[in-house]
Each structure stands twice: as C-alpha cells, then as structure tokens.
C-alpha cells in the first residue's frame, strides 16, 4: 500500500507548474495528504556583483521580488483548495533551488514532489540544465515531473462536467 501523507508541489508559476499543481491537489486529496506548495526566489546578491568582485548590496530589490513572489504564491490555490485541504504554502531565498526543493523535502518528510518541467531542447538543456532534473538527482523521496500540455490523467469529476455542460 502506498501511504503518503506530505506533498510537495515545486512552482516557478509556469504552465507546467500549474500542471504540477493540478496533480498535488488531485493527489492531496486522494491520499488526505498535506499539500505543501513551494517558490524558490532567487538570491539576487548570489548573481549580482560590481566589477570589483565585491558583493553589491541589493537589499532593497530582493525584498521587491520575495513579496511579489509571496503574493503571486498565495493566488495558486483557490477557496475550495484552502478549505478541503490542509495547505503549507512555503517560501524560500536561494541561488540553487533544485538543492532548496531538496532540502525542504528532507526537512518537512516529503513522500512526493511534484514539479513541472518546460522540456528545453538540447542545446538549451546543455548550458542551463534543469532544476527537474537536478531535484530528482538529490530528492529524498520519489519525484514526478509533468509538462505542459501533455497526456492529463486528471480529469474533472463526472457531477463538476454535466454540470458545466
């Protein structure tokens, strides 16, 4: 028997991650499981740097972007979401967000990530690789990744389609 009862989907709020999102609520639901949904902002100080080498201070600009991030993190889920689910909506600051996901996961007890992947072409995938790619290589527990569009195998309840019908 498959028990699993931490979720965690991983969102840069792409249409693969809405997809992402779609199966960890369906299987959130199925399994009773907590759904945790969870953006990795990146560290801009970690990118940034004068042509001195030294650090430059982008204090300012990062607290821009994690509260744009933070809100942008909270609309994921809708009302219904909220109230069937038990939700954690986590949060974190990092310039390696495959090792940020992974982490948590450990952290939390995770038994499932889910995150979307945007199935880059070769050469792109050669010199940017794929934070997919790289959580599976260092998660602790099992991971799907989904793209978008692609074979969906959730489907809208029966009662929710004669009724849009």
Excluded: W
Aim: net charge negative; with cysteine; glycine share 6%.
């Amino acid at each position: 028997m498959i028990d699993i009862k931490n979720i965690l989907v991983a969102t840069d709020f792409s249409d693969s991650s809405a997809t992402a999102l779609t199966y960890g609520r369906e299987l959130a639901r199925r399994f009773g499981a907590v759904l945790h949904v969870m953006h990795v902002v990146d560290d801009l100080s970690a990118r940034v740097t004068l042509a001195s080498g030294l650090p430059y201070d982008l204090g300012r600009a990062q607290t821009e972007v994690e509260t744009v991030a933070h809100a942008r993190l909270s609309t994921c889920l809708d009302e219904a979401d909220k109230r069937e689910l038990t939700v954690e909506i986590v949060q974190r600051t990092s310039s390696t967000p495959a090792y940020a996901i992974s982490t948590y996961a450990r952290e939390a007890g995770i038994d499932l990530i889910i995150t979307g992947t945007h199935g880059r072409g070769t050469v792109a995938h050669l010199f940017m690789g794929s934070v997919a790619e790289r959580v599976i290589r260092t998660a602790p527990c099992p991971v799907l990744t989904v793209r978008s569009p692609e074979h969906e195998f959730v489907r809208p309840d029966a009662l929710e389609a004669v009724a849009t019908v």
